[in-house]
């Protein structure tokens, strides 16, 4: 053996020496090692080196015991941790010692977040609209501005030649699509075997639909599906109605024939998903239109269909605007001359003008209002005021949390003074204050969640959309939402945290303390704008139900109660006479009439040539017959109406403001021009017989414009499809009864036409039904933020009560009454209300103003409005500062006083 | 408190300890118990043991100086705290209690 091994073999094996070094507590290892080597050095000399080592060996293993191996929290886990476990522990016993306030503040915290979340997914819909066609960022409708000599009207009809046109001379504009739709203007009968239903929601589309807009093809090729003549799409549900489990391809449905169609059987060449309801556009069904005969003619002028064209990507759309005025000039000039009789410059000149412009596609639903849209749209204005109402209810929510806690600073300033003692630092009681807002608020958004989904379908009924949580839960909203759990823990909660940790301990600990000034006219503050935020809610709501009163209630200068309009009545063709005969059989129905459009219809425009001028109208017009004046108890004016005894092919009547925007001085027997539709060479002059007054035949949102009438048996009337397309009857007595009768006589006239009726009150009503939503929705959450600041006035009120215990004792001995001490509690808030309708009702006043304007009828905003708002305001902080201060106030003044 | 407990072990290493005075660490509190108990006894029980000990506060430790044989390691001193002594005492005052209260004829020599 040489000397080398034998100096590493009297060593103990390294291996058990690593081992124990890994597994010991350092601060024992040494000590440890030290005895192992003393045993191990002594049994090397008794027993030998073999020994020795086995026995290092073994005692190292049986070192292996719970007090070698434990580590102690507090010295070897990170103090954070420790540090955090503590705030979390000391917020729930704090929550929970004042349970009250706790509660006031997580149900105000909880319905405003519900509010929030409710309004946040009502939003995102709403600006989710047409995000889904894969072409989107490149698609774009064409729009109109149409400048006349003394007003502008915006449309989102526009000539169907442009487009092509478009396609062909610019390179940026790669393809381009049109279509018509019947929303609105009239409806289409179509039938399978003994099926019939009326569908109002087709479209006429050309074979490129598909190319620009995006919709799910479940059968058929989307690129030829409504190439050539008489195709059909249907989407899967209204497929589902007509053949039921059958396979639609290759059926085929009919229809009677549709404008100058000579063919009326529909061949279905394609099925689509139903098509998402977040899009400005809807159909239920899209037939080919190539056919159609006025779409192959030439026409720069008129507004006819939608047309939406596809830029190449990347190209900007003010690019391709800024081309459309040489496109006007070098296109739509000969058209104008030959309508007009005017060249192009003298035609601008006079001050008309057709300013052409692109709308993105997503931005339809948002920015949109024109005239004819396929559906209402929306607008940003009014996702603004949701989401400012959503805003101030989280705040309301907030500074009630702010309010009670800062009030309450008093009750934690001994633990801040004892903490600070015992070594904490500013920063340090920062966090633990929070810790407690952000597990309040934590708290408040678990609850909340549970709300939106038990109050989400209530919701939807409320706004009108259909609103499904699952389609909301999304790791980016996920983290959204406990983001802004977070970060309004540390709004609601960095005031007061502030505040308290800054306590100065040897003051707080000997007992001097007091709520400063400073935080008292914060709190005031904070109140008083809660309140005012109320007062601008609960005003503005009146305001809005005034509006909806003066609208509901205005007369239209026409009859529309009990006035009941049958559809599809032009399928009748020259039985019509004898069913409005049959029809006045029955007593119950004391007139009836046929029209053309009825109040509220879209009305076609009639371009009028008057006397003397070389320039052209174009007014809005209907068809109606003899009868219709009196059914719908529109008075004549001068003149007189349309009547059997004379030949009124070539008569009209005009309204008072046709009769003003024409100027003439006596209207009866002027003769107006009017281009033949059927042959654009011919002019036919009309004789106006008669004025009648004015009435409201469009929504209160725009003015009574100019109107013409032209009888049912004129030459230049049909224009739009189905001329005397709707029957109008005022009807009394029992309705149901009346209703079954004209159904029975319908179904005899008309077997395979659906009976298809309506009452021109209820009509007219859904033009306000966006008001009336957003009124409701207005109302709902008005509601919320006053029950929010109520919770929160209560909590401070309870509070302010508490502290005045013993004065109010002392001046109960004194001799003071009950209700004295009620009104000095109540004073101060009282106070505050008024500071809050001072600064609420100019705002009000500017915001509701703005929102009037959209209304050409409108009311003056009513000063009882704001009056009553404050007196709300005001009962409603007294019923909840006086239930406190109630019950501070009848409490025995011995009680109170005993103990010190 | 569960520490106040002194275990029969425990008060074996506790009065080494003692006897030891002031030279007790791990390696002579072992030889001195298993020379005068006649027992064997691992290094890991006396560690354990005086361990438990200081955690009840019946010792007090402090780190002596390094020797060679230990392989420049230092070893840790322990010694009887006031309360350790206490304990003790009371324990044997118990003892001797309940000796005295047992009926004499039990134990009396055959």
Redesign the interface.
Known sequence: MSSSQSTILSQPPAWARKFLYWYCKPELAEEIDGDLMETFKENLKIRGVRSARFNYALDVIRFLRPFTLTRDLDTLTPNHFAMIKNYIVVAYRSLMRKIGFSLINIFGLSVGITCCLLIMMYVQYETSYDGFHTNGDNVYRIALDRIYPDREVSYAVTPHSFPPQMVEDFPEVKNETMFVSTRSNFSVTFRYGNKFFDEGNVLFADSSFFKLITAKMVAGDPKEALRGPNKLVLTESTARKYFGDEDPIGKSLETNPLGNQQQNTWLVTGVVKDFPENSHLTFDLIISNNTFQFLQNENWMGFSVFAYIELEDGTPPEVVEAKFPEMIKKYAAGQIQQATGQSFEEYTAAGHGYHYYLQSIKDIHLTSNLEAEIKPNSSWSYIYILLSIAAFILLIACINFMNLSTARSSERAKEVGLRKVLGSVKKLLIYQFLTESILLSMFSTILSLGLVYSLLPFFNILTGVELTLATYITPINVAIVVATAFLIGILAGFYPAFILSGFTPVAVLKGRIQNSKGGKYLRDGLVTFQFAISIVLISSTLIIYDQMNFISNKSLGFDSEQMLILDNTNQLNERGEVFREELLRNENITSAAFVGSIPGDVHPGFVAQLPGANETQVILSTVLDENALETLNIPIAKGRGFSRQFNDSLSMIINETALKTMGFEDPIGKRVGSQNPNDPEEIIFFTIVGVVNDYHFQSLHTDIGPLVFLHSSSAAGPQAPGVLNKIAMKVNGNMSETLLAIESQWNEFMPNSPFNYYFLDGRLQEFYNAEKASSRIFTVFTTLAIIIACVGLFGLAAYTASLKTKEIGIRKVLGASVIGIVVLLSKEFTKLILIALVIAVPTAYYGMDLWLQDFAYRININPTSFVLAGVIAILIGWITVSFQSLKAAVVNPVNSLRSE | MKGTYLGEFEEIVLLTVGVLDGSA???SVRKEIEQRMNRKV????V??AL??LEKKGFVESE?GE?TN???G????LFAVTNFGRNAVKEARELREQLWKEMPSLAFSPI
């Open positions: 660490y791990g390696v691992t290094l890991s029980a560690h354990s361990h438990r780190l390094a044989e230990r392989g390691k230092r070893k840790r």
